[in-house]
């Protein structure tokens, strides 16, 4: 399975363990990725708030550069994926549009002809790969972990620009993919909700009351550990628990994992290589409990 790969800012940046746990895993799994250089950041949302046109201008223009691959685009950021699915759908859908669109992209020699696709990490494991391919390549399980999914906000909605009427099972991709690496899913009322991280820097007191309620949440239902598939939520959730256990008075200390670090944990990666040493919630919990576990040959 071939892929334009498109890491977005966050992996290279504040979550540099990210990046190498997903080349990691994509080895391991047999997925060819050639990266997009040179393409540019989404926008994050943010962007298209002061100039939609601006906005889906870039993310055509990384669409062109997979169409010119003749490659579907993987990515292993939520906020990324939800930005282009919203990108892509608005280009789509008005012929007229995507003109003006390409008549900025020809200063490039780029066009960008309505084809591509756009998918998480999280989607091609589950409809590329196959869970049941996935579950043969599990070499330590996770049957001693429990595990809260945090699909956070751009993976799930809106449901028209991310195909999820047609794909019906990435609303349950998370839990799917834990089942298959032999982990127990917690469910927790917050799984869909933000983490907090967009009013971060407006409202930090409400911010960091998301990340507790949401860990403490986990927490209490048995979680060993949380995964998210969204780097900017792995940011909140991990990054700022210490202040959310300071601001409600309670002891958290709920690992955040990357979705690449957990399969690449079941998949029998080195913990050091996967980056697990690099959070501010040790992950050493998560370990002990995995030490446990007899290794496949």
């Not at 494991?125 to 330590?140: A, F, N």
Request: with cysteine; glycine share 8%; proline share 6%.
């Amino acid at each position: 399975m071939k892929f334009a790969f498109y890491p977005g800012c966050v992996s290279r940046g504040a979550c540099p363990e990210l990046y190498p746990s997903a080349t990691a895993v994509a080895a391991k799994l047999g997925l060819e990725l050639e990266e997009l250089r040179g393409a540019s950041c989404t926008g994050a949302g943010v962007l298209q708030e002061s100039n939609l046109f601006l906005g889906d201008c870039l993310n055509a223009r990384t669409f062109a550069m997979a169409e010119a691959m003749d490659r579907p685009i993987m990515t292993i950021c939520s906020t990324c994926q939800g930005v282009m699915g919203q990108a892509r759908q608005r280009i789509n859908a008005d012929p007229d549009y995507r003109a003006r669109v390409n008549q900025v992209l020809a200063e490039e020699g780029l066009e960008y002809k309505g084809t591509v696709q756009v998918k998480h990490m999280l989607w091609v494991m589950v409809e590329d790969v196959g869970l049941d391919t996935l579950k043969s390549l599990v070499v330590r399980p996770l049957s001693e972990l429990r595990v809260a999914p945090f699909y956070g906000c751009y993976i799930v909605r809106p449901r028209s620009a991310l195909e999820v009427d047609e794909h019906v099972g990435r609303l349950t991709a998370l839990e799917s993919v834990i089942e298959a690496l032999g982990g127990t899913p917690v469910e927790f009322p917050g799984k869909t909700r933000c983490c907090g991280f967009p009013i971060l820097t407006i409202n930090e007191v409400n911010a960091v009351a998301m990340v507790a309620k949401h860990t403490e949440d986990a927490k209490v239902r048995g979680a060993d550990a949380m995964v998210t598939p969204c780097p900017l939520c792995h940011l909140n959730l991990d990054g700022y628990q210490v202040k959310a256990m300071g601001q409600v008075r309670q002891r958290i200390e709920l690992p955040i994992l990357h979705l690449p670090q957990l399969i690449g944990l079941a998949l029998g990666l080195d913990p050091k290589a996967l980056g697990l040493g690099r959070h501010i919630i040790s992950t050493a919990p998560v370990l002990e409990k995995l030490s446990k576990v007899a290794v496949r040959a």
